[in-house]
């Protein structure tokens, strides 16, 4: 059985959702979000996690960085889409085919990082505020 490391960038809300799966899976795309982007570098996972998650007021300017482990039969299924730079490759797995995606990761979503923006406020979520606190230090 061979895998892949993937890195998925996350606000608070999709945070508190992977969370609630015991991180186990990432939640349903919204009806506005065609695709599910899990990237293949981690310096470019952050680089969105720390310059856009951290601006945006619905992820209360946080920005973590996920690590998940999948199946390789599923990751080749989508071809690296590059959007920039040369360590700007993602996957683009259509939102309906989300939920198999999630059925190839191989043991937990690990955060790795977080990222917190000038304007975030204390989270209400004791888990989101124990991830941060661990991971700053």
């Keep these: ?18 969370i609630k799966s015991n991180y186990k899976k990432f939640p349903p795309r919204l009806e506005w979000q065609p695709i599910f982007y899990p990237v293949l570098d981690e310096d470019y996972a952050s ?6 998650n951290t601006r945006d007021e619905a992820g209360n300017y946080l920005g973590f960085v996920t690590k998940l482990e999948v199946l390789e039969d599923e990751v080749n299924k ?3 889409q590059n959007v920039g730079a040369g360590n700007h490759n993602e996957l683009w797995v259509p939102s309906e085919e989300l939920e198999t995606f999630n ?4 043991g937990n979503i690990e955060v790795i990082k977080v990222f917190t923006g000038r304007d975030f406020k204390a989270s209400g979520n004791s888990e989101i505020m124990n991830l941060i606190l661990k991971l700053k230090n």
């Design 47 to 52: 680089e969105i996690a720390e310059k856009w």
């Design 103 to 106: 059925q190839a990761i191989i």
């Design 78 to 80: 989508y071809p690296a």
């Design 1 to 18: 059985m061979k895998t892949r490391i993937l890195y998925r960038p996350v606000g608070e809300k999709e945070m508190v959702l992977i």
